[in-house]
């Protein structure tokens, strides 16, 4: 079991729901995201997405595409990610989990790909373009390394998506609540609750919920529902507003925030 696995059962034992936060990593700098990696543990994120940042991220809302923009100019490639990892995980044990798209994977090599990461400190993987009919290739690697591979499912998914899925799947799986991009938003899909159960008739894996939740309300509304809550875009965001020291008090407060949202539900 990764730790992505270890703390959904410590949390479950607890009666609490994970918070799993994203910020791309390399935006800033690779230096920033090695900062704010542990501050964001400190502050109560209990899962990290680290996204890797790539040119045509079709997923991904304008905060995140301009997110990866930045990144990119800041020369930030696979390879340093890892080593980033890598010197995190000399003081920080949060799990950590690589967002991002195919193409990048692809090229560093797939099977090198998931050695590198497992040996640097990664705990999971999810791309988002690779749907779990073409991911059979990539999971066997990644389980070998010791990787979760992380599937997503969607308000269109069926039975028949739900059970590719829970057959390659490992970690949790994510739950999109909303077609379309990344992005935050206003208020919190209605279907959220029976997508969820429908899921869990079928998988036994935990089930988190992201894309457009940027609220302290928002997140603890979704926490009733499923076993954790995806928060993005609205971290993302307060790159474009702040740097350095004080990026990284408005990033800590926010997730402060959020936690403290979460853990007021019953």
Known sequence: MT????????????????????ITAG?????CTERLVPAMAAAGADIIELGVPFSDPMADGLAIQLSSERSLANGT???????????????CDVPLL????????????????????????????LLVDLPPEEAAGFSRFAAAAGLDFISLLTPTSDASRIAKVKKIGRGFIYYVSVAGVTGARTTVA???????????????????????????EQAAAVAKLADGVVVGSALVKLFEKFAGD?????ITATVRA?????????
């Open 3 to 22: 730790r992505i696995g270890k703390k959904f059962s410590e949390l479950k034992l607890a009666k609490r729901k994970a918070l799993i936060t994203f």
């Open 27 to 31: 935006d800033g700098s690779l230096a």
């Open 77 to 91: 490639n696979l390879t340093a990610i890892l080593s980033t990892v890598k010197k995190i995980r000399q003081g």
């Open 98 to 125: 690589l967002m991002g798209y195919y193409n990048p994977v692809f090229v560093y090599g797939i099977e090198r790909f998931c050695l590198d990461a497992a040996d640097a400190g990664v705990d999971g993987v």
């Open 190 to 216: 209605q279907d959220i609750g029976p997508m969820v159960a429908a899921i869990r008739e079928k998988a036994s894996l935990p089930v988190a919920v992201g894309f457009g939740i940027s609220t302290p």
């Open 246 to 250: 004080e990026l990284i008090r408005e």
């Open 258 to 266: 959020l936690k403290a949202g979460m853990e007021q539900i019953d």
